[in-house]
C-alpha cells in the first residue's frame, strides 16, 4: 500500500506542476463573444507546425480515462514516431472541465512513457505541451512550436469581435524527477535451486530486501523492474480491436494473439512481493481475461505458465523494461504449440553475444542507478535457423535491405537492443525461400515484438512486420493485399494497459 501512496503523490504532483500564463492584456475590456470553435481547429491545425501531417483519429474518445460524462473528444495526430497532436475536448457543462484536464495529463503522461523508450528527441515537445480552458472547451497542442500554440490559442477567433480571450493557458512540465533515491546495493536476486514457490515455480529470494523506488521502475539490487498497473478499461479496448481484425478476416487468417508479461509479474522476488503492490497483480490471469473478452476467432497465446516454470533463468533485462532473447524463445515455443508446429531449438540457431548494454530503465533512474551501471546486462541475439532476407522501411519511405540480428558491438551501451530486426521501423519484410508453400503472416507489434522475428520468419514463405505506433496503413485490407495466412499481435502486456498507445493501435484497425 505504501508504494502506492508514493506513486499517486508523484501523479498529483506532476498535475499540479502547472504554470500558469497571463491570458489577457492589462486594462483591455474583457471579450466574452463566443469562441469560433471550427475556425480556432483549422488555425491550430494550419497556422501551427508539426513535424508531421495530422489527421483525425478515430475512436478518439478511448484513448482517454475518465473523461466526463458527455464529453467529445477529437484528436489529430502524425506519424506515430512523432508526438504532435492537437486534442479538442467539448463538455457539456464548466465544471467538467477540471477533469478532462485531468485526463488530458494523463493521456500526455502515457504518451511521455512511451517515447522515453524509443524517441526520446519528443520528450521536450511532450513536456512542453500547451493545455487551453475556455470553460466549455479545452485544448491541448503537442508541438515544438510552443510559442504561436500558446499566441493563438490567447487570442482565439471568435463569432463576433477580436480581443483577448479571457481563457488560461498553461504548460506541462516535465516529469522525470525521480520520487525516491534510497542506498545503492549491489546484492543481486538470487535463486534457490531446486526450491519451488507456493504456486509451484522456481523460487527467486533476493538476499537484498530494500526496494529502491525511482519514477518508472523499482530497484531491487542490480535489478530493475518496470511499474505495472492493470487497466480494465483499456484491456476491453484492445480485445475489441483485435478481435474486430480476427472477424473481418475469418476464413482468411487466423489472428492470434500473444500477450506478453513483464518482468515485475515473472521475476520479481518471491519475499519482497508484499512490500510492491505491481508485483502482486497476477499477471497470467489478466491475460486470461483479455483473451476471454476477445472473439473465438482469435487463438490466445498465453506464455505466462511457460515462462514462469523457466523464471530462475535470464528472462528480462536487469537494466531495461524489455525481454531477452531467452524469454522470448519460450513464447515462441507457446505460439508455435497452439499453431501445432515444431519450433527450431536455441542450440539449433546461431547466437550472437553483445555485452554491456544500459538500457531504458537504468537512464530513468537518477543519474544512472550505480548498481546497474556496475552490472551492465549481455544480449544474446539467436539467428533464424533459416538464411532469411529482411528488408525495412523507414518512416519517410526509404528501404534497406538489412540482417535480421545486426553487429551492434561497436555501438553505445545503451544501443545493443538494436541488434534485433533493426530496432522499431514502420515496416518491414522477411523473405524465408526455405519455405516453399506460399504461407504469409503478419505481425503487429511494438519493441517487445523485435525479438520474436528470427524466430518467426523460420516457419513462413513471407513475414511483415508492422509497428502500430509508426505505420500508417490499413491493417485488414493490408492483409488481403499480401495474402496473409496468419497474424500475429504481440504487444507485451503494459501497452494492454495504455489507451494512448491502443488508440495508436486503432488508427491502422478500420
Not at 17 to 28: I, Q, R, S, T, Y
Not at 39 to 53: F, G, K, P, R, T
Not at 370 to 399: E, I
Not at 492 to 502: A, D, E, H, K, T
Amino acid at each position: 500500500m505504501k508504494k502506492n501512496i508514493v506513486k499517486v503523490i508523484a501523479f498529483v504532483l506532476m498535475l499540479c506542476m502547472v504554470l500558469p500564463m497571463a491570458a489577457c492584456g492589462g486594462g483591455e475590456k474583457e471579450n466574452t463573444a463566443p469562441i469560433n470553435e471550427s475556425a480556432l481547429i483549422d488555425a491550430l491545425l494550419n497556422q501551427v507546425e508539426y513535424d508531421s501531417v495530422l489527421v483525425e483519429a478515430e475512436n478518439a474518445g478511448r484513448m482517454f480515462q475518465d473523461m466526463p460524462e458527455g464529453a467529445t473528444v477529437t484528436v489529430y495526430s502524425g506519424t506515430g514516431y512523432c508526438a504532435d497532436e492537437v486534442v479538442v475536448v467539448k463538455l457539456l457543462k464548466e465544471s467538467d472541465s477540471e477533469l478532462a484536464i485531468k485526463s488530458i495529463k494523463y493521456h500526455i503522461q502515457q504518451m511521455r512513457d512511451q517515447f522515453a523508450s524509443y524517441n526520446t528527441a519528443e520528450l521536450p515537445k511532450i513536456d512542453g505541451a500547451v493545455i487551453w480552458d475556455s470553460g466549455l472547451l479545452v485544448i491541448a497542442c503537442v508541438t515544438n512550436d510552443h510559442a504561436a500554440a500558446k499566441e493563438l490559442l490567447k487570442n482565439p477567433p471568435r463569432l463576433t469581435g477580436d480581443a483577448p480571450d479571457d481563457t488560461t493557458v498553461t504548460t506541462l512540465p516535465g516529469t522525470t524527477v525521480p520520487m525516491t533515491t534510497l542506498p545503492v546495493t549491489t546484492v543481486p536476486p538470487t535463486t534457490a535451486p531446486g526450491n519451488l514457490n507456493s504456486d509451484g515455480y522456481p523460487a527467486i529470494i533476493s538476499d537484498d530486501t530494500n526496494v529502491r523506488t525511482f519514477s518508472a521502475c523499482y530497484v531491487v539490487g542490480n535489478m530493475a523492474y518496470e511499474m505495472y498497473s492493470y487497466n480494465s478499461g483499456a484491456a476491453e479496448y484492445y480485445a475489441e480491436l483485435v478481435s474486430h481484425v480476427a472477424d473481418q478476416l475469418a476464413g482468411e487468417a487466423t489472428v492470434y494473439s500473444l500477450i506478453i508479461p513483464t518482468a515485475i509479474g515473472v521475476v520479481f522476488p518471491d519475499n519482497l512481493k508484499d512490500q510492491v503492490y505491481d508485483a502482486q497483480i497476477p499477471q497470467g490471469q489478466k491475460i486470461d481475461e483479455v483473451y476471454a473478452m476477445m472473439s473465438d476467432n482469435v487463438v490466445g497465446v498465453n506464455c505466462f505458465d511457460r515462462l514462469m516454470q523457466h523464471r530462475d533463468e535470464y528472462l528480462y533485462f536487469r537494466t531495461d523494461w524489455h525481454w531477452t532473447g531467452t524469454g522470448a524463445y519460450y513464447a515462441y515455443e507457446q505460439f508455435c504449440a497452439d499453431k501445432g508446429i515444431t519450433p527450431y531449438t536455441m542450440e539449433q540457431r546461431q547466437c550472437s553475444v553483445f555485452e554491456g548494454y544500459l538500457g531504458g530503465l537504468y537512464t530513468q533512474t537518477t543519474g544512472g542507478d550505480s548498481a546497474l551501471r556496475q552490472t551492465p546486462d549481455t544480449v544474446y541475439a539467436y539467428h533464424c535457423y533459416n538464411d532469411v532476407d529482411m528488408v525495412y522501411t523507414t518512416s519517410g519511405g526509404s528501404s534497406y535491405s538489412w540482417p535480421v540480428i545486426m553487429d551492434v558491438s561497436g555501438y553505445d551501451a545503451t544501443g545493443k537492443y538494436l541488434c534485433f530486426a533493426a530496432g522499431d521501423q514502420p515496416y518491414a519484410k522477411f523473405t524465408n525461400p526455405a519455405v516453399t508453400d506460399g504461407s504469409v503472416a503478419i505481425v503487429v507489434k511494438e519493441s517487445f515484438g523485435n525479438v520474436l522475428m528470427s524466430y518467426v520468419a523460420d516457419h513462413y514463405s513471407t513475414v511483415y512486420e508492422i509497428d502500430y505506433r509508426h505505420w500508417n496503413g490499413d491493417l485488414v485490407s493490408f492483409a488481403r493485399e499480401v495474402g496473409a495466412t496468419d497474424i500475429l499481435f504481440a504487444n507485451n502486456i503494459g501497452m494492454v494497459r495504455s489507451s494512448y498507445l491502443i488508440g495508436m493501435m486503432d488508427k491502422i484497425i478500420n
